[in-house]
């Protein structure tokens, strides 16, 4: 999602003449999009800020702007303790860049915008062209976030759950294809919580398979206590819908998973996974695990690792949890550093046995892969499989934005390699 943000700010810096460089020591403005989720993100703002001062110690000062949730959620701090940053600019309020950018300009008061004001946001973000022109292009359709975890800063840094109208997004998405993109990724804290008037998620993506251009969807994230029937059909029935399911679980423990306040039970989780299997069998899932939650036992800790064999998890993000102050979660006790470390340590050589099993049969596969740019040798190609594997082939053809069919060859942890054995068939991506 920051991505996708620092993206628009640039579409929106533009208009007053603010491009990109990437010549660091010779900027006139700085912006430092941020995220807050786990600890730490402070400390790289200012270490970030004393890079900046070393390198402008004998120019002309860069404006310097801190955008994101570490602006959100420690605006005046940051600007009390650190002079040198001149405005901060929360994820609700950055459609206002251009005026904050111009204002300092003129004057140099220090400023500080951390309103939540998302349907304003949308609605200037939508004067804006969307101007990415990848073959892979993100497109915000909610934000927020009404769940309430009580390990998360989300619904502090990012406010209440707020969609953007369907048509607004099929505009954008059409506006990106116009321009080569062959793959939406709709992003949201929850995206599954998507309601626009009578509009629900699965309502988007059958818009979106109908965008003749448009060849791939996929949608992050999703909770599961949103995993309501219309979607698991939208599974079934949308053609364009990739078949790798981003569906975070947290702990394979229901007390862990009650004290969480996440909303579901692990059955409830199981139920869900069985009834999008049987949807389309070709389904496979991806999650997120916080490992050492307070009062997390070997027990449940254990019954983690039992989901994770059970699922068998493509691919997983897992971190110990990270106390976030003002979180309910923050006050309670902690598990002893040493016992959390050690659990996340196993839970990963699971998780990774598990990856390097499937990645291993995927080995003498065929695989559409969809080809997004350059690798970085000469003559070789990146793209992603459907279930979004990195996968690169050589060819002397330029690929970029084709799906081509790819015998996989060979792979490591992060890649897939392959060879082309051919096209795709028409009835595959019937458009
Ligand atoms: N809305 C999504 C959901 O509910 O699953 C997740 C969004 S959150 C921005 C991304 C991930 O960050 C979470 O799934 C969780 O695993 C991780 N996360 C959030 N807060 C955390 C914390 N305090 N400590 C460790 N991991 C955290
Ligand atoms: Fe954070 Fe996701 Fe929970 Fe919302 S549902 S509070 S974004 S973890």
């Known amino acids: 999602m920051n991505e996708y943000d620092s993206n628009r700010i640039l579409d929106l810096t533009k208009k007053i003449n603010y491009n990109l460089t990437n010549k660091f020591n010779d900027t006139d403005c ?20 004393g890079r900046l001062k070393k390198e402008f110690r004998n120019k002309k000062k860069p ?26 600019v929360g994820p609700q309020s950055y459609h206002k860049i251009n005026q904050i950018i111009l204002n300092l300009e003129q004057d140099n008061s220090r400023l500080n915008h951390t309103e939540f004001e998302p349907i304003e946001k949308f ?38 759950e707020q969609s953007r109208s369907l048509i607004e997004i099929t505009s954008e998405a059409k506006h990106l294809a116009k321009q080569g993109t062959k793959e939406i990724i ?56 990739m078949p790798l399911l981003h569906l975070p679980v947290q702990s394979g423990s229901t007390k862990i998973l009650k004290r969480m306040n996440r909303g579901h039970t692990v059955e409830e989780y199981l139920e869900i996974i069985e009834k999008l299997k049987k949807k389309n069998p070709n389904l496979r899932f991806s999650s997120d695990f916080i490992i050492a939650y307070p009062d997390e036992t070997e027990l449940d800790f ?16 897992s971190f110990i949890f990270s106390p976030r102050p003002g979180t309910p979660a923050a006050n309670l006790n902690q598990i002893d550093f040493k016992i959390a470390k050690n659990r996340l340590l196993r839970f990963q050589s699971v998780a990774n046995r598990i990856k390097k099993d499937y990645r291993n049969k995927l080995v003498g596969s065929p695989q559409n892969v969809l080809f ?34 790819v015998k996989i060859s060979s792979c490591n942890h992060n890649t897939l390699f392959g060879e082309i054995i051919g096209d795709l068939k028409k009835t595959e991506y019937a458009a």
């Open 123 to 160: 609605d200037q973000l939508n004067l804006v062209k969307n101007n990415n022109s990848k073959v892979s292009s993100f497109v915000t359709i909610q934000e927020g976030c009404d769940k309430f975890c009580k390990f998360c800063v989300v619904p502090y840094t990012r406010g209440p």
């Open 63 to 88: 404006l310097v702007i801190i955008a994101g949730c570490v602006a959100q959620a420690e605006g005046d701090i940051i600007l009390k303790k650190e002079k040198y940053i001149d405005a901060v």
């Open 372 to 405: 997004e740019n350059d690798a970085q040798k000469e003559n070789t190609f990146f793209g992603r499989d459907e279930y979004f594997n990195s996968v690169i082939v050589h060819s002397k053809d330029d690929l970029t934005g084709k799906i081509k069919k």
């Open 302 to 317: 254990n019954k983690t690792i039992s989901l994770m064999e059970k699922i068998k998890f493509v691919n997983s993000f």
């Open 30 to 49: 700085y912006i430092l999009n941020t995220c807050h989720i786990r600890e730490k993100a402070t400390e790289k703002v200012y270490h970030d800020i």
């Open 186 to 241: 709709l992003l949201g804290q929850n995206v599954n919580a998507y309601s626009f008037g009578k509009h629900r998620l699965s309502d988007l993506l059958y818009a979106l398979d109908d965008i003749k251009d448009l060849k791939r969807i996929r949608y992050t994230t999703s909770h599961p206590k949103d995993f309501t029937e219309d979607l698991i059909e939208s599974h079934a029935s949308c053609k364009k819908l």
